[in-house]
Antibody
Framework: QVTLRESGPALVKPTQTLTLTCTFS??????????VSWIRQPPGKALEWLAR???????YYSTSLKTRLTISKDTSKNQVVLTMTNMDPEDTATYFC??????????WGQGTTVTVSS | SYELTQPPSVSVSPGQTARITCSGD??????AYWYQQKSGQAPVLVIY???KRPSGIPERFSGSSSGTKATLTISGAQVEDEADYYC????????????FGGGTKVTVL
């Protein structure tokens, strides 16, 4: 059974750096073709793709956010970490991680809500 | 930047067919994926690689793609199909950045 779980702070202050961890089970990020993506959804708004890391350690970022995002993996711990710098109230959202074999997401975590406020 | 365009809303009567379109210039060369999201829940994959249905997804959900348009069809829509639906794809060959459509609210009444 494939599961993913997001964890991180529920509240961050403007200008701070957000660090989110995706802990997964039921698959290996060492397997050829396997990827994990991060996606977010502001309250009442559409889904927004943020970043993806591949089994090969290739990394891809949203064009609009690439200067603020870093994605990394720890294969031995079955974790993927996303950091986002210089947080702003507009970054308030639910953040999801998802397994993405060959790039398309198939199984999602339940999401973690992050509020940016002083 | 690359965009996928969906209609904001679609309404259908129970038992009728709902069609949701997704337009994007790279769709002739890239797969489309479709996600269903009910209020307060994580998205669920209903169609992948244009037309494949994951196990556990009812047969009334189908997908197709032609040219720059992908379509999700719900044949015989049920009340429980009322949700937001998002298409997803990636930029054209050589690029791997993902993009979602703006979402379509499907109302079954």
């Amino acid at each position: 059974q494939v599961t993913l779980r997001e964890s991180g702070p529920a509240l961050v202050k403007p200008t701070q750096t957000l660090t989110l961890t995706c802990t997964f089970s039921g698959f290996s990020l060492s397997t050829s073709g396997m990827c994990v993506s991060w996606i977010r959804q502001p309250p009442g708004k559409a889904l927004e793709w943020l970043a993806r890391i591949d089994w090969s350690d290739d990394k891809y970022y949203s064009t609009s956010l690439k200067t603020r995002l870093t994605i990394s993996k720890d294969t031995s711990k079955n974790q993927v970490v996303l950091t986002m710098t210089n947080m702003d109230p507009e970054d308030t959202a639910t953040y999801f991680c998802a397994r993405a074999p060959r790039g398309g997401m198939d199984v999602w975590g339940q999401g973690t809500t992050v509020t940016v406020s002083s | 930047s690359y965009e996928l365009t969906q209609p904001p809303s679609v309404s259908v009567s129970p038992g009728q067919t709902a069609r949701i379109t997704c337009s994007g210039d790279a769709l002739p060369k890239r797969y489309a994926y479709w996600y269903q999201q009910k209020s307060g829940q994580a998205p669920v994959l209903v169609i992948y690689e244009d037309s494949k249905r994951p196990s556990g997804i009812p047969e009334r959900f189908s997908g197709s793609s032609s040219g720059t348009k992908a379509t999700l069809t719900i044949s015989g829509a049920q009340v429980e199909d009322e949700a937001d639906y998002y298409c997803f794809s990636t930029e054209s060959i050589g690029y791997h950045r993902g993009v979602f459509g703006g979402g379509t609210k499907v109302t079954v009444l």
